[in-house]
């Protein structure tokens, strides 16, 4: 019997389950379980990696120097104030580290990413979940749940897996309310993705305010989940603190290299976009004619109802035994919905398909 004890709030974690797939398989596989990039890497970055690949054995620049600097380019904001990291799950490691410990609490929505809770816990705070409406965040529900041990709140902006968002009046008017002492981190994952013209991605609220994180990601629209590869803006003094408690190398050369040239890739994002677009509306018709309630996304995937949770599993094993794999949501609270990635249109017709299938049976 092992004499260590383990924290009581790190055993109470449950482990977060990636997307489903399978490997050594020589027939084809539909993975759109992990919300991943349907044209893999842009080409401009596959080469990028290439070059960086042989100078690996030189660490990399610690401070990402390159990449930040493009970053400030593309996205109007001042270089100073971003830091990168291991996929935007190391930024929001680095925050619950820094400000949330133990006696402490950190809040997110009902359905909220389940990064929020597993990082909270993983440093000793207490995840405390709002209520939402409609599967939508819930300002007022999460207002309600702020106290004196509120240190951050976690909004997936758009959530995942419920793929719905507030517009940027809606987070301005609930900023206004929280207190300044508790940080907001606007996670944006999914920010290329949304079509709404009163959506903000938050940095021009990071700008105004400083107790407002914007978390971004290189592992959806840039198809780099494999890289791991994120990245934060915040004020100047967050990112000190941040600075100070990361690995000195937390973003290796090769994903440094590959941001960069992503970046520069105008084409592959507007075609990435658009395709998204395309099949969002393509899947939510076609899964709303086939009798499914879809609730409307503005994420690269959507949830479709099942009606029940023994209909919802047993589509996913019937897909998933025609190597299609979709996520099943039942640890966000959704065991009677499936979370479908938008793939490539043939992958989408395929999956159609199988579902109609399995809907007949
Ligand atoms: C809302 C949200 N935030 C953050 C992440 C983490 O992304 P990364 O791959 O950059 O760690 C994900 C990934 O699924 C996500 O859905």
Not at 279 to 293: I, N, Q
Not at 343 to 352: I, Q, V
Request: hydrophobic share 40%.
């Amino acid at each position: 019997m092992a004499q260590f004890q383990t924290k009581k709030t790190i055993l109470d974690i449950a482990p977060y389950v990636p997307g489903e797939s399978k490997s050594g398989s020589s027939e084809r596989l539909i993975k759109i379980s992990s919300n991943e990039g349907p044209f893999g890497p842009s080409p401009l970055a596959v080469k990028a990696m290439q070059e960086a690949a042989s100078d690996a054995h030189r660490y990399p620049d610690g401070d990402a120097t390159a990449l930040r600097q493009k970053l400030a380019e593309k996205n109007n904001i001042d270089f100073k104030n971003i830091i990168c990291g291991a996929g935007s799950d190391n930024i929001i490691e680095l925050l619950c580290q820094a400000y949330a410990g133990e006696g402490d609490e950190v809040l997110y929505s009902q359905h909220g990413f389940l990064m929020y809770p597993i990082s909270a816990m993983a440093f000793g705070a207490t995840p405390v979940s709002a209520q939402e409406k409609d599967l939508t965040a819930d300002p007022q529900a999460l207002l309600d749940k702020v106290n004196d041990k509120t240190k951050i709140v976690f909004l997936a902006n758009p959530n995942n897996p419920t793929g719905t968002y507030w517009t940027r009046d809606q987070v301005t008017a609930f900023h206004a309310q929280l207190p300044e002492n508790v940080i907001l981190v606007l996670d944006s994952a999914y920010a290329e993705f949304v079509d709404d013209p009163n959506y903000t991605a938050g940095h021009d609220l990071v700008e105004q305010h400083d107790n407002i994180v914007v978390t971004r990601t290189f592992s959806k629209l840039y198809g780099l989940g494999g890289l791991r590869l994120g990245w934060g803006h915040a004020c100047d003094e967050i990112i000190d603190i941040l600075n100070r408690i990361r690995s000195p190398f937390n973003v290796n050369a090769i994903a440094q290299a590959a941001g960069v040239a992503s970046l520069e890739d105008d084409a592959f994002v507007e075609k990435s976009i658009s395709h998204n677009k395309e099949m969002r509306h393509l899947m939510t018709k076609e899964l709303s004619d086939l009798g499914l309630s879809v609730v409307p996304s503005q994420g690269n995937f959507i949830i479709a109802d099942f009606g029940d949770e023994a209909r919802a599993e047993g589509c996913r094993q019937f897909l998933k035994e025609r190597n299609i794999f979709v996520r099943q949501i039942g640890g966000y609270g959704l065991p009677t919905y499936l979370r479908i990635s938008m793939g490539l249109k043939d992958e989408m017709e395929l999956a159609l398909e199988a579902i109609s299938a399995y809907l007949k049976t």
